[in-house]
């Protein structure tokens, strides 16, 4: 069984910073590719942050570029997202989204449970 966990999330005044993990956990996990980091505030839908893809630039939100990094440590078969100068509308669940290969090479898509990131003086 794979699971996405995700940590990292919490109460952080606004300029601050925060930096959130998604850990893909399961038997025979080949790699994670794509993934990428969505957050849904209060009342909206749940809209793309940034993505990561083998092969490809990154892509991220016109609202965070230049203040969010996705990276990802592939021996770890995890994926990170570094916020820089948070401001109160970056508040939100924040969900990570994969593409998980197990052996013997079956891909699924998978969420992980979400992680609360709350801006806020």
């Known amino acids: 069984q794979v699971q996405l966990v995700e940590s990292g999330g919490g109460l952080v005044q606004p300029g601050g910073s925060l930096r959130l993990s998604c850990a893909a956990s399961?038997?025979?996990?080949?790699?994670?590719?794509?993934a990428g980091w969505y957050r849904q505030a209060p009342g909206k839908q749940r809209e793309l942050v940034a993505a990561?893809?083998?092969?490809?630039?990154?892509n991220y939100a016109e609202s965070v570029k230049g203040r969010f990094t996705i990276s990802r440590d592939n021996a770890k078969k995890t994926v990170f997202l570094q916020m820089n100068s948070l401001k109160p509308e970056d508040t939100a669940v924040y969900y990570c989204n994969a593409r998980v290969t197990t052996l013997p090479y079956q891909s699924s898509d998978y969420w992980g449970q979400g992680t609360q990131v709350t801006v806020s003086s």
């Open positions: 399961g038997r025979s996990i080949l790699r994670i590719d794509p």
């Open positions: 990561i893809s083998s092969g490809a630039s990154p």
